[in-house]
C-alpha cells in the first residue's frame, strides 16, 4: 500500500514540469505597460484646480473647476457688446485641454457658418478669454500630473 502511494505520488510529480512549479519573473516595463493599460484615462484621481478652487476645501474640486472656468469665460464674451441681427439660442462645444503645465488650451471646436456671420468676433473672444485664465494645478493620476480633456458647453443666447 505504501509502494502504490509512493508510486502514485512519485507519478503525480512527474507529471508537472518545472516550468510550471518556477514563478516566471515579469520585465518591469511589462508590468508598467500592463497597469497602464488597465488605467481608466478618463478619470483622474485630483482634477485640475484653480488657486481659488484649493482655497476652498468645502467645494469639490471638479464642480470648483467647471464653475471657475464656466464664469470665466462668460464675464469674459459678456464685458463686450456683441450686436446680432438675428436671436442666437445655440450650443458651441469647445475642446480644452489642460496640460501637465497648468495651462489650458483650446483643441477645437466647430463654429456653424451663420454663428460666424451673426458673431465675426466670437471666435477671437474664446481664445482670449481661454488665453486669459490663470494656470491651474494639472490633474494627478497615481500623484503624477496628466493632461486632461473637456469638453465645455459654450450656450449661446442673444435676445
Known amino acids: 500500500m505504501k509502494n502504490l502511494q509512493g508510486i502514485l505520488l512519485l507519478l503525480l510529480l512527474t ?3 518545472c516550468d ?9 516595463d511589462d508590468i508598467k505597460e500592463e497597469e497602464w493599460h ?3 484615462r478618463s478619470e483622474v484621481d485630483e482634477p485640475p484646480l484653480f488657486k481659488t478652487c484649493a482655497d476652498e476645501p468645502e467645494i469639490d474640486g471638479m ?12 464675464n469674459y464674451i459678456n464685458k463686450d457688446v456683441l450686436l446680432v441681427s438675428e436671436n442666437i439660442t445655440d450650443t458651441l462645444w469647445v475642446s480644452l485641454l489642460v496640460n501637465t503645465n497648468g495651462t489650458i ?3 477645437n471646436y466647430e463654429l456653424p457658418e ?9 471666435e ?7 488665453s486669459s485664465l490663470p494656470t491651474v494645478e494639472p490633474a494627478h493620476l497615481r500623484g503624477v ?10 450656450v449661446l443666447n442673444t435676445n
Open 124 to 130: 477671437s473672444l474664446l481664445t482670449a478669454s481661454v
Open 63 to 74: 464642480q470648483c473647476f467647471q464653475q471657475t472656468l464656466t464664469q470665466h469665460i462668460h
Open 15 to 17: 507529471s508537472f514540469s
Open 114 to 122: 451663420f454663428l460666424s456671420e451673426q458673431l465675426p468676433d466670437l
Open 20 to 28: 510550471q512549479l518556477i514563478v516566471k519573473r515579469e520585465h518591469r
Open 105 to 107: 488650451i483650446i483643441e
Open 38 to 40: 488597465k488605467l481608466n
Open 145 to 154: 500630473p496628466v493632461n486632461v480633456r473637456y469638453r465645455l458647453p459654450v
